[in-house]
Nanobody
Framework: QVQLVESGGGLVQAGGSLRLSCAASGRTFSSLAMGWFRQAPGKERVFVAA????????KYVDSVKGRFTISRDNAKNTVYLQMNSLKPEDTALYYCAAARLSSLWVQTTDYDYWGQGTQVTVSS
């Protein structure tokens, strides 16, 4: 079993930045592929970014390319999402997810473990 705990969300003005963290426990972190998803009120949970076990490859949804960066520190069992140039449409509950199989997964069904989410609100 893997436990994931997100942190770093908050209220920020448009154009601002936030850094989300997701701390993992319960399994060797370096064996997990990781991802970030988000869910706006009344909408489905959608893919934001993914990173492979080693951190050597990443993938992003088009709407965040050039603004968001996913990274991981396997020594700290933590994955990050650096979010710059935030827009009101980035407002959502952000979830961290982990997958036992290594790839750049983009579907919610590809992931085995989920955190509880951290709220990001961007004001205009």
């Amino acid at each position: 079993q893997v436990q994931l705990v997100e942190s770093g969300g908050g209220l920020v003005q448009a154009g601002g930045s936030l850094r989300l963290s997701c701390a993992a426990s319960g399994r060797t972190f370096s064996s997990l592929a990781m991802g970030w998803f988000r869910q706006a009120p009344g909408k489905e949970r959608v893919f934001v970014a993914a990173i492979t076990r080693s951190g050597g490859s990443t993938k992003y949804v088009d709407s965040v390319k050039g603004r968001f960066t996913i990274s991981r520190d396997n020594a700290k069992n933590t994955v990050y999402l650096q979010m710059n140039s935030l827009k009101p449409e980035d407002t959502a509950l952000y979830y961290c997810a982990a997958a036992r199989l290594s790839s750049l997964w983009v579907q919610t069904t590809d992931y085995d473990y989920w955190g509880q989410g951290t709220q990001v609100t961007v004001s205009s």
